[in-house]
């Protein structure tokens, strides 16, 4: 048992966790308060597990948790979080994306009451589409759960032992951590911070298609407001199409046109097919998502601890 706990995600990032430890044993070792690091190897094919098993020996607060393959990070963070062993567990990335000099300061408004102190970002080093796709995702997770996931702001934060308690009791396997961190209650409060550009030797975050497997979670975890949406623009395509078809009518029987034209059939048809595919679409991932969360399957598997 002690204090802190620092979780740490990663994945084929051997280069950055020494750097990481040894920055983050230094800041934490001024404060009065016991810690563990607890890096989460999510499937690494590097020597990211070596690397950890070797730290251990050098800091006695490194801890290892080594998963049997790569789950992506929502699940990865998970493992960690019910493998933490600290009164107050903090999420964090070793890039130094989430810079560890404000971690005293989210643990002494813990120590003042607080139950979930979460650090907002006042800018970002993403750029390009990064920067964009971020602004977009954030935008469609705040429309799903009316504004309930705070802007600018990730995993990085410090939860106490009762609120990842609360966090571990959702049991879903297609996770968007940041929507179950919303529900989560408790006192709160934000801290802003800047955010740096990240170490060298970093692989530029988790992979498109893992991006895109966490946007349709969010979706398909979320789909109460997006089913209406659809259900409207169903509608909306329907009844764009009839008008269509009935001002052809109109227009042919007032004598306009002598036959309705072949782009007008096809408009109204391109409509109409459009939604039923939208419709469609999103009824599989609902179906799939649907038959993954009723296998109850296990989320992760953990090969091996340190």
């Known amino acids: 048992m002690c204090e802190v706990s620092l979780v740490c995600p990663v994945y084929n990032e051997y280069q950055l966790i020494e750097q990481f430890a040894a920055a983050a044993t230094k800041v934490l070792r001024n404060t009065s308060e016991s810690f563990e690091i607890v890096f989460v190897d999510d499937g690494s094919q590097d020597e990211t597990w070596t690397e950890i098993i070797r730290l251990g020996k050098i800091f006695p607060e490194v801890r290892g948790v080594r998963l049997s393959?790569?789950?992506?990070?929502?699940?990865?963070?998970?493992?960690?979080?019910?493998?933490?062993?600290?009164?107050?567990?903090?999420?964090?990335d070793v890039d130094f994306q989430d810079p560890i000099e404000p971690v005293p300061t989210l643990i002494g408004l813990w120590r003042g009451g607080i139950d979930h102190v979460i650090p907002r970002r006042?800018?970002?080093?993403?750029?390009?589409?990064?920067?964009i796709g971020a602004g977009i995702f954030y935008k469609i997770i705040g429309w799903l759960t009316l504004n309930s996931v705070p802007k600018d702001v990730g995993d990085f934060r410090l939860l106490d032992a009762k609120i990842t308690t609360r966090f571990l009791e959702f049991k879903e396997a297609g996770r968007v951590n940041k929507v179950i961190f919303s529900e989560l209650g408790g006192s709160q409060k934000f801290v802003e911070f800047s955010r740096p550009i990240g170490a060298k030797g970093r692989k530029g975050g988790q992979s498109f298609s893992k991006l895109m497997d966490l946007g349709i979670s969010a979706v398909s975890s979320n789909s109460a407001r997006l089913s209406k949406s659809i259900l409207v623009l169903g509608v909306a395509g329907f009844m764009v199409g009839i008008t269509s078809a009935i001002a052809v009518l109109v227009a042919w029987l007032a004598g306009f046109i002598e036959v309705p034209g072949q782009a007008t059939v096809l408009m109204a048809a391109t409509v109409?097919?459009?939604?039923?595919?939208?419709?469609?679409?999103?009824?599989?991932?609902?179906?799939?998502e649907s038959l993954r969360e009723s296998q109850q399957r296990p989320k992760y598997f953990v090969e091996e601890l340190s």
């Open 272 to 288: 109409i097919v459009s939604v039923q595919l939208i419709t469609g679409s999103f009824l599989g991932i609902l179906v799939a």
């Open 69 to 92: 393959k790569n789950y992506g990070k929502e699940i990865a963070l998970t493992a960690g979080l019910a493998n933490a062993r600290g009164l107050a567990h903090i999420p964090i």
């Open 122 to 131: 006042i800018d970002r080093a993403d750029k390009g589409l990064r920067l």
